[in-house]
């Protein structure tokens, strides 16, 4: 069943299956537990869900933007907050410093431990390459970039790396494997550089990278079609609600969920059952299901991140019943 027009009057709505995300947070705090879970809000870019996760122990957050630390901060979520990026200028960390918020960023060059140290941000972790070719130093650079940064007067909480080039491998083994040799290299670095914390991490090795302290993983709780293909446990919470707007006699039917509401970078879309062929900007069109202009249909995303982005608020339901409307708040940069 799913949520009339008097529940949600507009399409295309985000709804979040409340079992299903119940089910995937208690899940990986199973496995994760308190600290061990530090949540990316790049994912879900919601302050009521971070609560949801934060009730279950996960108090540390990680995220991609300053606007994400500054929208926990104000939620209360800042206790202990990781950009897990590089940032060029930092002074909106050191304002959420001095508001005594704890905010740590990731380095991987001289140039952004200058920005972290003249931005008053005071801890940093040294980001390293692992393999995914995007930020990090080369790890044999990891012990000068961390003594440069005590120089400066940061404390270097210790490393991070992300294997994000291995999340999507479809073979299990392959990827237990593979996420070993990277975290090998994380670990080793550590012993070089120092300090507590080894972060790192995401849903596609949430069981088996034995390595980090803290795991960063964030679609867990949505889930969608991507990591869907994987033998993972959690379940997909997130989906489109659309309306019906066509239906065509030569066998097709198109619905109101285009490409602004959807992230299509991992492929197209599914509809239970029916056959999409294809999104344009406003438009989903499928064949296969029996449906009349004004039914509600419900759409499953590829790609969780992106899709969130794309939406104001997340629709929390149970069945048809709607719990919670919840603003993605943390949008923006
Ligand atoms: C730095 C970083 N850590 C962790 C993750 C893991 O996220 P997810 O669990 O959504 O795969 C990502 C996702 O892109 C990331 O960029």
């Known amino acids: 069943l799913l949520p009339g027009a008097s529940a949600i009057p507009v399409t295309p709505a985000l709804l979040v299956d409340n079992a299903a995300l119940e089910f995937n947070l208690t899940t990986m705090t199973s496995r994760r537990p308190g600290t061990a879970l530090r949540p990316h809000v790049k994912a879900t870019k919601s302050t009521d869900l971070a609560r949801r996760q934060a009730a279950l122990g996960h108090v540390g957050f990680t995220c991609a933007t300053p606007r994400e630390c500054e929208g926990l901060a104000a939620a209360g979520l800042g206790s202990d907050l990781l950009l897990a990026n590089q940032v060029v200028d930092c002074r909106r960390l050191g304002r959420l410093v001095d508001a005594g918020h704890r905010v740590t960023v990731a380095v991987d060059s001289e140039a952004t431990i200058e920005a972290a140290a003249s931005g008053g941000v005071r801890e940093v972790l040294i980001d390293v390459d692992v393999g995914m070719p995007r930020c ?14 005590r120089d400066k007067g940061l404390s270097v909480r210790g490393v991070m790396g992300y294997e994000g080039h291995l999340m999507h491998e ?12 990277s975290m090998e290299i994380l670990a080793t670095v550590h012993s070089n550089v120092g300090g507590d914390v080894v972060s790192g991490g995401g849903t596609g090795s949430w069981d088996n990278n034995e390595v980090v302290t803290e795991l960063q993983a964030g679609s867990y709780s949505l889930m969608d079609g991507d990591y869907g293909r994987l033998e993972l ?18 066998g097709w039917a198109v619905a109101d969920a285009g490409l602004k509401a959807l992230a299509l970078d991992s492929g197209p879309p599914t509809i239970d059952g029916a056959s999409v062929w294809f999104c344009s900007d406003e438009h989903i069109v499928f064949s296969g299901l029996d449906v009349r202009v004004g039914d509600r249909i419900q759409v499953w995303p590829m790609h969780v991140d992106p899709t969130v982005a794309k939406h104001e608020n997340l629709w929390l339901v149970d069945g048809d019943t709607v719990l919670d409307s919840w603003p993605v708040d943390l949008r923006g940069w």
Request: hydrophobic letters at 40%.
């Open 136 to 149: 990090g130093c080369e790890p044999d650079d990891a012990p000068r970039l961390a003594d440069l940064a």
């Open 170 to 181: 479809a073979d299990t083994e392959t990827r237990r494997t593979k996420v070993a040799e």
């Open 233 to 250: 446990p959690f379940r997909r919470a997130l989906s489109v609600l659309a309306t019906v707007i066509s239906v065509n006699p030569k």
